[in-house]
């Protein structure tokens, strides 16, 4: 025991039960030895239990190797797995992990060297209870992020050690299942903040992996960004491929349900005693669809989705799909594939290509409405025979299908398209109204066409329940945008409009809207304007947005203010 003490040179300084016992066995000292500081003592406590007063302060991740030589001298007291345990609590008590744990989470690992070392001193204990309880002490005073989840890494290691030695056993099962539990959840946790998706509705899923999949696919920016509104959407697909890495996950499988799914979702609820269309989330549905095929193996998806796309109704497959899915597969189909693709692959122009979808979403529309057809039967059928059976019907869904056969087949016979106009106004069909307008436009300017545009543009500035002026202005400006597509501009009244924008403080929009009222009206409102002292400088603002006719407002504001 000299001379382990004679070579071994210490890593701390002097604890205050060593500083006791050396005041104890020599009570005249005032000072401790100068050696102390280089040497430990050599007291009959070493060869008692109690030893661990006096070296527990040496024992790290440093010096325990050198104890290792010390056991055989002392073995009835000091042992090698206490000495490695010891070591490992130092790493926490030392405070080199950090003071406290931080609620941030660290992206990149700052101890991987540490680690390293904890698992090499780790593989001393021949105690895989006390070895795995070390561990996981150690990753529980590890700070949140990568780190977290390398301590949480090596203390599964040795659970799985653990269990592998005692498989029958319900206790080891079950610290078995926490320590799993915890590196997984670490470790989805991890993934979620690496791209940007740790929203607490997310980290309360890290448990269940499917579940967390299917609502990382309901985020709401994979709609913004596929409407161009963001662009900032977080890799959705990466995460979940990751994700399906961790946890072993049939990834293919679960994005094939999830495309399926969104694929068979409904485009309405109709309800033929109902004078409305209630909308459902197809539209969202469709565009999460073509995200979640954006990415991985294109190719696969482009397949898939052209196989069940143009498969034949009367062909034995199991494939077999609704008129209505396989219409959402070629439009999903379409949003991954370039025109050069399509055109390639389908052997027909894009323009035919199109075309084939309108006429699947044509013929799930009349199965609706109880309508039995196929592509070729529609398009061998009388279309005024059929258009004539859809007026009688007189709901939502027979307008719809009415101006559908109508775009599809170009038919602009303005007696059909003034019923389903007038039909859609009495209807409240206020997105469809846009869609009809646009395929006449440059076609008909009858007094019908006039109307349905400023039903379009009343209802488009009744905007209720606007949660701040940020999304009002976006609002406003996307409705003039849209009001420079009219070609019966001069032909609409814009007071009740003006009025609103007056209302709203958005006085540089009403502005704009002058030039299309009578001078005597002009007068009228230009009072109400010009209270804004800022008028100028918000319509040069407005401009900025791509806004037709504010210099001519300007110019004539300028001359009555």
Request: charged residues 25%; aromatic residues 12%; proline residues 2%.
């Amino acid at each position: 025991m000299l001379l382990f003490l004679k070579n071994y040179r210490r890593f701390s300084m002097p604890s205050q039960n060593e500083k006791e016992q050396w005041y104890s066995a020599f009570p005249e000292s005032q000072v401790l030895d100068p050696l102390s500081e280089f040497r430990l003592p050599f007291i009959q406590i070493l060869f008692t239990y109690d030893i661990w007063n006096i070296i527990r302060p040496e024992i790290n991740l440093k010096s325990y190797r050198y104890w290792f030589d010390a056991i055989n001298i002392l073995r009835k007291n000091l042992k090698k797995d206490d000495i490695c345990i010891y070591a490992v609590k130092e790493v926490v008590t030392s405070g080199i992990l950090g003071e406290e744990i931080s609620g941030n989470w660290v992206l990149y690992p700052k101890y991987e060297d540490l680690f390293a070392e904890v698992d090499e001193c780790v593989q001393n204990i021949s105690d895989l209870e006390r070895a795995t309880s070390v561990v996981y002490h150690l990753m529980n005073h590890t700070p949140n992020g990568a780190d977290k989840v390398n301590a949480a890494q090596l203390s599964y290691k040795y659970a799985q050690q653990y269990k592998d030695k005692y498989p029958n056993s319900a206790d080891v099962d079950k610290a078995y299942v926490k320590v799993k539990t915890k590196y997984y959840s670490f470790s989805a946790m991890h993934i979620l903040y690496t791209f940007q998706l740790a929203d607490d509705k997310y980290i309360q899923l890290v448990a269940q992996p499917e579940d967390l999949i299917d609502a990382l696919y309901q985020d709401g920016r994979i709609i913004k960004q596929a409407e161009c509104v963001s662009l900032s959407c977080p890799d959705i697909n990466k995460a979940v491929d990751t994700l399906g890495e961790l946890f072993d996950l049939k990834v293919g499988q679960i994005k094939y349900n999830l495309l399926n799914r969104w694929l068979s979702s409904s485009n309405v609820d109709i309800d033929f005693d109902s004078t409305i269309v209630v909308k459902t989330n197809s539209d969202d549905s469709l565009k999460r669809a073509a995200y979640l095929c954006s990415s991985g193996n294109k190719q696969f998806w482009q397949n898939y989705l052209l196989k069940v796309g143009l498969n034949e109704e009367d062909a034995e497959d199991s494939e077999q799909k609704s008129f209505s899915f396989k219409a959402k597969a070629l439009k999903c189909y379409c949003a991954i594939s370039g025109v050069d693709t399509i055109t390639q692959q389908t052997e027909v122009t894009y323009k035919e290509f199109l075309n084939y979808i309108d006429k699947l979403s044509l013929l799930s529309d009349l199965q609706c409405l109880g309508i039995e057809l196929n592509v070729t039967t529609l398009d061998q059928y009388n279309k005024k025979d059929l258009l004539k059976r859809l007026s009688q019907v007189g709901k939502p869904i027979a307008i719809k299908v009415m101006a559908a056969i109508c775009i599809t087949y170009v038919i602009k016979d303005l007696r059909y398209w003034e019923y389903i106009i007038n039909s859609a106004i009495k209807l409240g069909m206020y997105l469809e109204l846009k869609t009809y307008v646009d395929f006449l436009k440059n076609q008909c300017y009858k007094s019908f066409y006039i109307k349905a545009w400023q039903v379009i543009i009343d209802n488009a500035f009744h905007v209720p329940n606007i949660s701040s002026k940020e999304e009002l202005h976006e609002i406003y400006v996307n409705n003039f945008l849209m009001l420079q597509s009219c070609p019966v501009l001069y032909s609409l009244n814009f007071e009740k409009i003006i009025q609103k924008c007056i209302q709203f403080d958005k006085h540089e929009f009403a502005a704009v809207l002058l030039q299309y009222l009578s001078e005597d009206k002009k007068d009228i409102y230009v009072k109400m304007i010009s209270l804004n002292r800022k008028l100028f400088l918000d319509l040069d603002n407005l401009s900025k947005n791509g806004i037709w006719g504010i210099h001519k407002a300007k110019s004539w504001l300028a001359t009555k203010m």
